[in-house]
């Protein structure tokens, strides 16, 4: 879940809206019983046009970091080879605050973007794919017929090797160069301190800026559905579970009360109060809990360690993956908690009843 | 003033067919005084005596404990008055077999809390010399003969230092030997100490011991 958090965008800002636009003649007659068919659309520039205000607007939203990324395709011509790829014109001191690309070079920066303005960097399994090193140079061909040689500033290395092997960036300015498109960019990635409220903020932007804003919770709806799902399973068994062992804690202490019917008497007639008497199995009842608890623990902790250790290599992957495991000490306290709760009203039910023996009925029917 | 006074006490079991245990008993004990309840089989005697030790609640009647009105008491309230006044020896010892003689002495005295742990020891342990069982206070119940766990039971009655000891057929499983030893104690207790003792008995040479007889018969006291 974190993992999900910290590595995603947490909210997109992409050049489309989320309604079509409606058409001339609709927007002049919303009343109007005429649809024309096959309008042909007016060829736009794509983009989010005036990106610079809508990031100072994002910006001023507070808590919050957003960059301009104007995505499109490119091809590397090196060496008589040619590779499709993804160019991104980036603005590396914005980029740096909203993605983890900066954490995963492994030559070069992206600094080096801004100093060197033809400079772009690439996926270290690319350059292997290619046979390119560090500083060397590659013509870049854009769609549209720009041809532009580039210099290799920095590379990369996520582990996700579709990603290392297509993904690309350069500066901003030069891929708006590169693809026709000045002055637009057609991504604001966006994170916030408080991750929690993407879905707000989202709302907010698509309201004041118009283009279509997607929070990481709307782009992951699939996953956390999943999630929730999984919650709900989880809690259901680990609920199932608890009710079992608190009818076992409950039948234990009902035969120990049963056996001790006697005892009980004896103590009542001495003077002892059903406090005293619902005090002692109670007591009994939680040290099976508390003991309960701490075998618990301890094997849940020994459990945890196993799947931890169990390493995966996913299918487009290059590095090892561990299953993600919480270590967080919240969940023991919380499980500890719960079962030693359990532990106690089961115990109390039986106690309460044991306290209630009439030691004079005991006597009467002893003598 | 005396230590415990019944006035028309009654008791009865309600039902389909209503059964009456115990019907206008007037009892009083006084200090020192060594008292014993006989009457057939089936006569009423242990129901009167858990009425006089606060163990049953009389359906009609007073109740006074050393001058103390107990009807409507509570069951902690009555707890409470058995635990400080009142010591207890029934026909089966009643101990706990799982505490060794010592710590049953001890148990009243633990809930009292008056005194502080090695106190308690060293009076349960006294009580237990007393009664001739300074060698067996920490076995097990179980590993006592019938006379010495109803010494212990004895020595359990005593531990809050009780004005009132009732006993329930207290030599009903014991043999000559022990019977003539337990009622000793008891005697001896009444004279010398001054505990007022109660005690239900079949024995007509237990019975020569008390100072006073009372007849039970359905229910009734009849002298
Ligand atoms: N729970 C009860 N329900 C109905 N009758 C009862 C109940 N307890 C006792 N009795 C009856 O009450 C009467 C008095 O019983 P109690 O035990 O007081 O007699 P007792 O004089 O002590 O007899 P024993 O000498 O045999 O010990 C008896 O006739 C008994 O059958
Ligand atoms: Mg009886």
Redesign the pocket.
């Known amino acids: 879940m974190r993992r999900l958090v910290d590595t995603s965008p947490h909210i997109t800002i992409r050049d489309q809206y989320r309604n079509i636009p409606k058409q001339a003649a609709e927007q002049l007659y919303p009343q109007g019983a005429i649809a024309l068919r096959g309008v042909k659309p007016k060829t736009e520039l794509r983009g989010i046009r005036q990106y610079r205000k809508h990031l100072s607007a994002i910006e001023a939203l507070g808590g919050i970091r957003a960059a301009p990324i104007l995505a499109g395709q490119a091809i590397f011509s090196f060496a008589g080879r040619n590779e499709a790829v993804s160019l991104s014109g980036i603005v590396p001191s914005k980029m740096r605050d909203v993605s983890a690309i900066d954490e995963d070079m492994v030559a070069g920066s992206l600094d080096a973007l801004d100093v060197d303005t033809n400079g772009i960097v690439i996926g270290r399994a690319l350059a292997k794919k290619l046979s390119l090193r560090m500083g060397e140079n590659i013509i870049v061909v854009s769609p549209s017929g720009n041809v532009r040689p580039m210099r290799i500033v920095g590379l990369f290395e996520t582990g996700n090797s579709n990603y290392d092997e297509t993904q690309t960036f350069a500066n901003l300015t030069r891929v708006q160069a590169l693809l026709n498109r000045p002055n637009v960019a057609n991504t604001i990635v966006v994170k916030l301190d408080d991750a929690t409220r993407a879905r707000e903020v989202a709302a907010t932007i698509e309201a004041t800026i118009g283009y279509k804003s997607v929070s990481w919770q709307e782009a992951s709806k699939d996953l956390l559905d999943t999630l929730v799902v999984r919650n709900v399973i989880m809690y259901s068994v680990v609920g199932a579970i608890l009710l079992v062992a608190c009818f076992g804690i409950y039948n234990i202490i009902s035969t120990v009360v049963l056996e001790k019917t006697r005892d009980i008497a004896i103590l009542k007639s001495m003077g002892f109060h059903s406090a005293d008497i619902r005090r002692i199995f109670v007591t009994e009842g939680a040290i099976m809990g508390i003991s309960g608890s701490l075998l618990g623990l301890g094997l849940g902790l020994l459990m945890m360690r196993a799947i931890a250790a169990v390493e995966i290599r996913p299918p487009g992957y290059t590095g090892v993956v561990h299953l993600p495991v919480y270590w967080g000490f919240d969940q023991f306290l919380i499980a500890a908690g719960f079962a030693v709760g359990s532990a106690v009203i089961a115990a109390w039910l039986p106690a309460r009843k044991g306290s209630r023996v009439q030691p004079v009925?005991i006597l009467?029917g002893a003598? | 003033m005396s230590v415990l006074v019944a006035e028309k006490l009654g008791r009865t079991?309600d039902?389909e067919v209503p059964?009456t245990?115990?019907q206008d008993a007037d009892v009083t004990i006084e200090r020192g005084e060594f008292v014993v309840i006989r009457?057939?089989?089936?006569?009423?005697?242990?129901?009167?005596?858990?009425l006089l030790g606060l163990l049953d609640k009389p359906t009609s009647g007073r109740l006074l404990i050393d001058g103390k009105d107990t009807v409507g008491f509570d069951d902690d309230e009555r707890a409470d008055v058995r635990l400080r006044k009142i010591g207890f020896v029934f026909q089966f010892h009643f101990l706990l077999g799982e505490f060794s003689a010592l710590d049953n002495v001890r148990m009243p005295m633990r809930k009292l809390g008056q005194l502080g742990e090695s106190a308690q020891v060293e009076r349960a342990q006294a009580l237990l010399d007393s009664l001739g069982l300074a060698d067996q206070a920490h076995k097990r119940p179980s590993q006592l003969s019938g006379g010495q766990r109803q010494r212990v039971a004895i020595a359990r009655a005593l531990a809050n230092d009780p004005l009132l000891i009732l006993a329930?057929?207290p030599t009903g499983a014991l043999d000559t030997k022990s019977s003539e030893n337990v009622r000793l104690i008891l005697r001896e207790l009444a004279s010398r100490e001054g505990r007022s003792i109660v005690a239900?008995t079949?024995d007509p040479g237990f019975a020569s011991a008390a100072d006073r007889q009372v007849q039970?018969v359905d229910?009734k006291i009849v002298a």
Not at chain 2, 39 to 50: F, V
């Open positions: 009925d009467r003598t | 079991l039902g059964v245990l115990v009457g057939p089989s089936g006569s009423g005697k242990s129901s009167l005596l858990y329930d057929e239900v079949h039970i229910g």
